[in-house]
Nanobody, 114 residues
């Protein structure tokens, strides 16, 4: 059974930082492109960042320079380091594993508020 379990979300003030983690099981983690997406009510899920099997990263325009995605294939885990958080980063953040099939985690809430 494939599972992606996100953790690390929470409440943070503007300008603060959070680190999200996504632990995968039931898949050969290293062959998957891993991504982080986010969604707010009434809006489509949008790509935040993704990292290839070889470690090449790409980012959505709104988070470039503030967020960093990384992966540790030995731990079957992908991370999202989020710095200088803004109100508009508030969303549910989802982990995604993409190969021939795609899998999603259950999401973790990130709230940026003063």
């Amino acid at each position: 059974q494939v599972q992606l379990v996100e953790s690390g979300g929470g409440l943070v003030q503007p300008g603060g930082s959070l680190r999200l983690s996504c632990a995968g099981s039931g898949i050969i983690f290293s062959i998957y492109v891993m991504g982080w997406y986010r969604q707010t009510p009434g809006k489509q899920r949008e790509l935040v960042a993704r990292i290839t099997q070889g470690g090449s990263a790409s980012y959505g325009d709104s988070v470039k320079g503030r967020f960093t995605i990384s992966r540790d294939n030995r731990k079957n885990t992908v991370y999202l380091e989020m710095n200088n958080l803004k109100f508009e980063d508030t969303a549910v953040y989802y982990c995604n594993a993409a190969s021939r099939a795609g899998y999603w985690g259950q999401g973790t809430q990130v709230t940026v508020s003063s």
